[in-house]
């Protein structure tokens, strides 16, 4: 239901701005859960970011993929974790910040 997602949106964006989770993998999480709760505010300018690092990290293993790799085969994939993160976190921080404030008025 649009509640309990507005919710989890919520709730995945506090964590993103407090540094409780990686950056990259609130991200993740944030932009699957935007588009189940509106779709068309997640293509939204201000949002971009998020697809960014959606798209940029699609060909990551996870799950139990991820835990069968070797420690040389994730190294590549957190490399690339940690550039995005660099790369991405002041303007994810505002988008995520934009969206919090849309979320608490609604």
Not at 18 to 46: F, P, S, T
Not at 65 to 91: I, T, V
Request: hydrophobic share 40%; glycine share 4%; charged share 20%.
């Amino acid at each position: 239901t649009p509640s309990v997602v507005g919710g989890y949106l919520l709730g995945g964006s506090k964590n993103l701005l407090q540094d409780l989770v990686v950056v990259v993998h609130a991200h993740l999480r944030i932009k699957v859960i935007l588009d189940h709760y509106d779709a068309e505010m997640g293509m939204h300018n201000d949002y971009q970011v998020l697809q960014k690092v959606f798209t940029a990290t699609e060909q990551i293993p996870t799950h139990d993929a991820w835990r069968q790799l070797s420690s040389a085969e994730k190294k590549p994939f957190q490399k690339l974790l940690a550039e995005l993160e660099l790369k991405h976190k002041q303007e994810s921080v505002r988008a995520v910040q934009q969206l919090l404030n849309h979320l608490q008025a609604s």
